[in-house]
């Protein structure tokens, strides 16, 4: 079952990491069960076979014979009649549902396909939900198990995602489906799945615990894994689903390559299309480029790419995004998809209460020329878009001062001086207290190499950044600090 990010959709696959599961996981800090063996049924006498452990779902236990019934396949299930006696009782799995999850809907449209002992996932929505959270599930098989569903949603808000659970080793073949029941109650849902025959994935770990937003790539070992397909970096902190696309499979290993990666913490999944996914789900840890930390929670984003950035190495790129939830100020981390890709911090200010404003970052020296995409990552989102940049070849504009540094809001001419200035042919005053921007294009006239003059009409008072932008190059790095005053 392939699962792909799409804007700001729902599509993330889940893991049972942060949540008390039956999963194993690759970081000492995520708790894990692990399947066990049921005990033996008791001897086949008159009174029947007694219940296997409830440890875990399983199916029933063999049919006992004169000396004793043989074991249920993986706790849970009841021993089966002796001879002459009849059947022993069924006991469910020990299961306790965390977290809100108000509305839930399942998407049973396509059941997926999974074998015994993997995960089956699917997609889910909430009205509102945690995002992660568990729900308690009971078969209608002839012989019902119980499982424990974990799911985990894109952005903080977690109203949308993938929920997992695992399949017993003793459940029947065929189409079947688990009655959802989730902290508040009841759920109006079920989650549909077609057990079929076959052996499940399983890794064993992964070639490394931490990476960097540029790392290329990411092996993982184990058995069978010649079928896998997909490979996943899911959230466990409400972040955004990484797709890993596969380009090497054996039997014991899979070699997959990053599209792009975002800062945060993820559990690694690997799956298949006909058996589901891997139980054990390493753990991993995504850290941005040296220096970038994303500040202000951000609940939406999107950058706007209707014209794609013009920016030189060395230059700021300067474009534009909407954010209805955010702070006046905030950064954000990104990524360059270019084949030397390049980290970057970029910084965010609001014009006004509609949620738009300015974003930009510095393109460094050494960045490749052509178009790229640099994906977005903030505090509680990614930008749905990403930021496009085309890097051209060429010397950015540089300012060393700006006179006066003080205007009001009828004496508003600014002199620029610097070096390359000759093809600037705007300026924007940024706000830095979240209001509006002021704006004014240069006269070429009074323009040189190393000086330009420029008025700016109907400015509020406020406090700004100078900035200085050419079309081919993109924006000057350094953005002197201006003082607008009301008129005495």
């Known amino acids: 079952m392939a699962i792909r990010a799409r804007g700001m959709g729902l599509f993330v696959l889940l893991t049972g990491c942060a949540v008390t599961m039956a999963v194993g996981c690759g970081s000492s800090s995520k708790k894990s069960i692990n399947p066990t063996q049921g005990d033996a049924g008791a001897a086949g006498a008159n009174e029947g076979g007694a219940a ?24 849970g299930a009841a021993g089966s009649a002796g001879e002459g006696g009849s059947a022993g009782t069924t006991e469910p799995l020990a299961c306790a549902p965390q977290g809100d999850a108000n509305a839930l809907a399942i998407d049973n449209e396509v059941p997926p396909s999974v074998c015994r002992g993997a995960a089956a996932f699917t997609i889910y929505s909430t009205d509102d939900a945690d995002y992660s959270f568990a729900c308690c599930g009971v078969s209608n098989t002839e012989t019902p198990y119980s499982a424990q569903l974990t799911a985990f949603g894109e952005g903080t808000l977690g109203n949308g995602g993938l929920i997992q659970f695992v ?17 508040a109650g009841p759920a109006d849902t079920v989650f549909r799945v077609d057990v079929k025959e076959g052996t499940a994935p399983v890794v064993t770990s992964i070639d490394t615990s931490t990476i960097a937003i540029s790392t290329p790539g990411l092996t993982l070992t184990g058995k069978n894994l010649a079928d896998v397909s997909d490979v996943y970096l899911v959230p466990t902190d409400g972040g955004r689903l990484q797709s890993c696309d596969v380009d090497m499979t054996t039997a014991s290993s899979v070699h997959c390559l990053f599209e792009a990666l975002y800062p945060g913490e993820y559990n690694v999944v690997a799956a298949t299309e006909a058996c589901g996914a891997a139980v054990n789900q390493p753990h991993v840890v995504v850290t941005g480029v040296a220096a970038c930390e994303a500040t202000g929670t951000v609940q939406y984003a999107q950058i706007q790419n209707e014209t794609t ?11 534009y995004y909407y954010a209805p939830q955010a702070p006046t100020h905030f950064t954000c981390c990104g990524k360059s998809n270019a084949e030397t890709a390049f980290g970057a911090t970029l910084t965010a200010s609001s014009i006004g209460a509609n949620g738009n404003g300015y974003i930009q970052f510095e393109v460094p020296s050494g960045a490749d020329l052509g178009t790229q995409l640099v994906t977005v990552s903030c505090l509680g989102t990614v930008a749905e878009n990403g930021f496009y940049v085309e890097v051209n070849d060429g010397a950015p504009p540089a300012v060393t001062a700006v006179e006066p540094t003080t205007l009001t809001t009828s004496a508003s001419g600014l002199t620029i001086t610097g070096s390359n200035l000759a093809n600037v042919d705007s300026i924007v005053l940024l706000p830095t207290n979240g209001g509006p921007e002021g704006r004014c294009y240069v006269d070429n006239s009074t323009k040189t190499e190393t000086s330009l003059e420029c008025n700016f009409d109907g400015l509020s008072a406020g406090e700004y950044d100078v900035v200085v932008l050419e079309p081919n190059c993109g924006a000057s790095v350094n953005q002197p600090h201006i003082t607008v005053t009301p008129d005495p």
């Open 52 to 75: 296997g452990s409830s440890e875990e779902p399983s199916a029933a236990g063999q049919a006992g014979s004169d000396e004793a019934g043989a074991g249920g396949v993986a706790g």
């Open 167 to 183: 399949v017993p080793a003793g459940a029947p073949f065929g189409t079947q489906e688990l009655a959802v029941t989730c902290e």
């Open 309 to 319: 950035v013009q920016a030189c190495p060395g230059a700021i790129a300067f474009g």
